[in-house]
């Protein structure tokens, strides 16, 4: 049975052992390995991971494009699964969506240190001391993840597992960076990956008109951020046919930060929504000029993922996945690196 101050698997009792895919070093794979299942401290939440978003931060993380990741470190952080285990002080504040068999979701930011400058001002995403959920702290790549209770969010929304994990990651960093750019409605969205495709039917409903780019030549991906409502999608080289209130990119790409710029209009926004990005090149001052801005999106707040949670429950969001199995981490990784997805990929525990 579960040990004192914790709650039982409505399964059974928790295996000792769990299968996850462990992060060796830049530059390898990941490799299958079976370790050992963690118990939950007196603050922390077991979750029984039912799919695990494959985010680009990951082929970040596992590029060696990440410093300092925490050795051993099981990567993932766009978790959907089920409690099964609660420490003893997360189980009595009783929070409805931190029982037994709830569904949750875990992202990006694991935990902060809630004392800094940064936390007492409401932003937390600055934190020195934050932890980051498959970086420096453990994530979903497994078959069970432990997460601190204050940062499990609820998921009551009508989506299945696999096509609810891609908004713990790409639909939140996405809805950071919409809530940067004001109130723009001819809006640009260069990268038309698994961010931009959950934003754009955001940004659709809202009445604003959406203008993608993509990789030059790319017509499959241009013709799928058409059939989600963009009113023109095109090559990243190109101008939009009018000039932007804002543009986002979620493509790591330097190179797009001068071209966004030029297509903007003056008192227009460029917002950099990747954690990594490629050098910048050097531009011309008459293209910053106008009071145009340059913004960057660091992680996330609590408050950003109970918005977007909210604001998804009132639209029927469609997220496109390609599911595999958890063993197929390098390959649904391969598949990203490579721009053969259109959507997000996402990991699927299957119980052995």
């Not at 013709?223 to 493509?251: H, K, N, Q, Y």
Request: net charge neutral.
């Amino acid at each position: 049975m579960g040990k004192p101050g914790m709650a039982a698997d409505g399964d059974g009792d928790i295996p000792l052992k769990m299968r996850a895919m462990v992060f060796s070093g830049p530059g390898r794979p990941l490799t299958l390995e079976r370790v050992p299942v963690p118990r939950p401290g007196p603050r922390e939440v077991l979750i029984r991971v039912e799919a695990c978003g494959v985010c680009r931060t990951d082929l970040h993380l596992v590029d060696g494009e990440l410093p300092e990741p925490m050795p051993g470190v099981i990567p993932g952080h766009e978790i959907v699964g089920r409690v099964v285990a609660v420490g003893g002080e997360a189980a009595a504040a009783g929070l409805a969506h931190l029982a037994p068999g709830s569904r949750v979701g875990v992202g990006w930011l694991a935990s902060t240190c809630g004392l800094c400058r940064h936390c007492r001002q409401g932003r937390e995403n600055l934190c020195d001391k934050a932890r980051f959920t498959g970086y420096t702290r453990h994530g979903g790549y497994a078959e069970y993840h432990l997460a601190d209770a204050g940062f499990v969010y609820p998921l009551e929304l009508a989506l299945d597992d696999a096509h609810a994990a891609p908004l713990m990651c790409a639909g939140l960093i996405g809805y950071r960076s919409y809530r940067m750019m004001g109130d723009a409605l001819a809006v640009g969205i260069y990268g038309f990956g698994a961010a931009a495709h959950i934003l754009c039917q955001v940004m659709v409903a809202e009445g604003r008109r959406i203008f993608a780019f993509t990789r030059p030549g790319d017509a499959a991906a241009q013709e799928f951020a058409r059939g989600l409502g963009a009113v023109w999608a095109g090559d990243s080289t190109a101008l939009p046919p009018e000039p932007l209130d804002a543009a986002l990119i979620f493509a790591p790409v330097g190179a797009l930060v001068p071209a966004a710029l030029k297509a903007v209009r003056p008192g227009g926004r460029v917002i950099c929504g990747g954690i990594h990005m490629s050098d910048i090149p050097g531009f011309a001052y008459r293209e910053l000029w106008g009071e145009r801005a340059i913004m960057s999106v660091a992680n996330l707040t609590r408050a950003d993922a109970d918005a977007f949670l909210a604001r998804a429950r009132g639209l029927e969001l469609e997220t496109h996945v390609k599911v595999y199995p958890l063993e197929a981490a390098n390959e649904a990784l391969a598949d990203l690196r490579a721009g053969r997805l259109q959507g997000a990929a996402v990991l699927v525990t299957e119980r052995r």
